[in-house]
């Protein structure tokens, strides 16, 4: 695929990754060792069975990709392969499963692919979400290898629908299937000539509702609130009004928990908040527990009765829907707009939007103060996420048909 304004993008996205790893970020430094050294990682991988190769940006794409990857592993004779770009993903996702393994996808250059491509010999590769590499795309065309896009979210303005981005449209439209996650995406894409186009709705709902919950007891004796994958505006709105709010327990899961990041947390919150690692489990929790593990934040909303998720001052949600899935209305940033789920379940009115510490202190005190209102909603959000399932197994009849 020769598209120079992507050659460019590639080369940009090259040296804004060295440059971040000059400037000491070592997400970027894992991720630049683990794609320099791809060719020595991927002699470990064993070719026995039918392989199918998943390829995700990072840890959230992944977890999206669950339902996929246990429905192509309920067949002995498959194995996946799966491609990380960055290291929070191949570092954080563990699947346990011998047919299962996992690799850094090598940066976008001559011939990368081509001999990526030869020696895994995939069967499909699913792309998930979002981070489509084009000349991978077009070297599995020529090839004769179906591609697909899941749980694919379209809007105008992408530079696929700008003058400039007709190559690379044109490469999008070989895939063999592109699933949506909302209808607007397949209105987008049909009303721009693609063919190969199929709603299918979001994976994340059958995700969420098949997680198995991690063993962990709290003894919690108030209405708690939990902050998912918090970054420093939701924890600086919360620490702006906890004071002020009596007889509530609020448990922070901090979206990074280096010890530099906890200690920040820590004087954030003052005197009322511990640990998790520092917490006697026997007792009541303190007013405030933060979350020193990673891993347990699904089983942890188990606890909570409103979850404010990380997120949504910065366009970068994490998942809400885990939470809603336990009964947690829903509070997060105005940021959303590249959030369906987030936008429907606003239209629903379980969850909410808001702006600042005191829209945040309104909104809460509102739920709370009318219990019986606020069973119901979370009643309705159960009830709401569960009968949206079935994002999986519309897109692997599809696949079946291909392979």
């Known amino acids: 695929m ?17 440059i971040a790893c000059f400037t000491g970020n070592q997400k970027a430094k894992k991720a630049k060792i683990g794609r320099r050294n791809w060719k020595n990682h991927l002699e470990l991988f064993k070719k026995k069975k039918k392989t199918y190769w998943i390829h995700a940006a990072s840890h959230g794409e992944a977890i999206m990709a669950l339902p996929i990857i246990e429905k192509i592993l309920n067949e002995k004779n498959n194995q996946v392969t799966m491609s990380f770009f960055s290291a929070s993903g191949f570092e954080n996702f563990n699947y346990k499963s011998s047919r299962f393994f996992k690799f850094y996808l090598p940066i976008d250059k001559k011939n990368n692919y081509k001999k990526l491509i030869e020696f895994l010999n995939p069967k499909l ?13 077009s070297d599995c065309h ?3 290898i179906p591609t697909v896009l899941v749980s694919a979210k379209f809007r105008k303005k992408q530079w696929y629908f700008k003058h400039f981005g007709k190559k690379a449209k044109s490469v999008l439209k070989t895939m063999s299937c592109i699933f949506t996650i909302d209808k607007s ?14 709603y299918s709705g979001d994976t994340r709902y059958d995700q969420v509702s098949n997680v198995v919950n991690k063993n962990i007891n709290l003894i919690i004796n108030n209405p708690c609130i939990i902050l998912g994958s918090s970054w420093s505006e939701e924890e600086k709105y919360a620490a702006e009004i906890i004071q002020k709010m009596d007889n509530i327990n609020w448990i922070i899961v901090p979206h990074e928990i280096q010890n ?18 520092n917490t006697d489990l026997n007792k009541p929790i303190p007013k405030v527990l933060i979350i020193d593990k990673i891993g347990i934040l699904s089983s942890l909303y188990n606890f909570s009765d409103i979850a404010f998720v990380g997120g ?6 994490h998942n809400i829907l885990e939470a809603g899935v336990k009964g947690n209305i829903i509070i997060f940033g ?18 909410f939007k808001i702006n600042n510490s005191l829209e945040l202190k309104n909104t809460i005190e509102t739920l709370l ?14 009830q709401f996420i569960k009968a949206q399932k079935g994002a999986t197994e519309k897109i692997w009849r599809e696949i079946e048909k291909m392979v």
């Open 185 to 198: 995406s397949e209105r987008l894409l049909i009303k721009n000539n693609f063919k190969n186009v199929k």
């Open 369 to 382: 103060n009318n219990p019986k209102e606020l069973n119901k909603k979370q009643d309705k959000i159960i």
């Open 334 to 351: 105005p940021k959303t707009e590249n959030y369906p789920e987030a936008e429907l379940l606003v239209n629903k009115n379980l969850a």
């Open 125 to 137: 590769l699913i792309f998930i979400k979002y981070d489509l590499w084009l000349n991978l795309i």
């Open 260 to 277: 530099h990041k906890l200690r920040k947390t820590k004087n954030l919150f003052g005197d009322n908040c511990s640990l998790l690692s």
């Open 2 to 18: 020769n598209s120079l304004v992507y050659q460019i993008g590639v080369k940009v996205l090259e040296i804004y990754l060295n």
């Open 142 to 144: 020529n090839r004769g």
């Open 312 to 317: 949504g001052f910065s366009g970068k949600l």
